[in-house]
């Protein structure tokens, strides 16, 4: 995994999320990544990701969530994108809802590979630019090649 692109899968990305309340954001990009086949337990990872959020919010502000939780019965990193144009209180901590929510997940394990994924995302989301680009896309499909193209023209490959 040299980047987010490369874990990001077309199925697993939602542009129109409906839902307003985080614990059903959680559970729609959850149900994502199990209708994808990345996970089997929708329920225990909605469960283990909800108690992550107690711990303290992953609702980073400026309009962006990142909810995530390493997990005993997952295989591999992976991630879920949704989008919602009218937000979603995601008790951030600049008190403004949530429009992009990138779920991460990943097995026990796997911790540095984890952190990286991690890191490499709030870096790209440091960017205003990009989260205003990422709003405004029209498709799965440009919304997976323009990350494409901003991760390889801001060499993020520190590995």
């Known amino acids: 995994m040299d980047n987010i692109s490369d874990i990001l899968d077309p199925s697993c990305i939602d542009l129109d999320l409906k839902t307003r309340k985080k614990e059903d954001i959680i ?25 992550r959020e107690k711990i303290s919010t992953t609702g980073i502000g400026h309009g962006i969530a990142i909810p995530h939780r390493l997990i005993a019965d ?7 994108v949704g989008r919602n144009a009218k937000g979603v209180n995601f008790d951030s901590i600049d008190r403004k809802p949530a429009h992009l929510i990138f779920l991460i997940i990943g097995p026990k394990g796997r911790h540095n590979d984890y952190i990286k994924v991690l890191s490499k995302l709030s870096r790209l989301l440091s960017d205003r630019t990009f989260f205003e680009a990422l709003m405004r896309v029209g498709n799965i499909q440009e919304m997976l090649d323009f990350i494409k193209e901003r991760e390889e023209g801001t060499s993020i490959n520190n590995n």
Request: glycine letters at 4%.
């Open 74 to 80: 997952v295989s591999d990193i992976f991630m879920a």
């Open 27 to 51: 559970r729609e990009l959850v149900q994502l990544l199990a209708d994808s086949g990345k996970i089997k337990n929708v329920q225990q990872c909605v469960t283990e990701v909800l108690e």
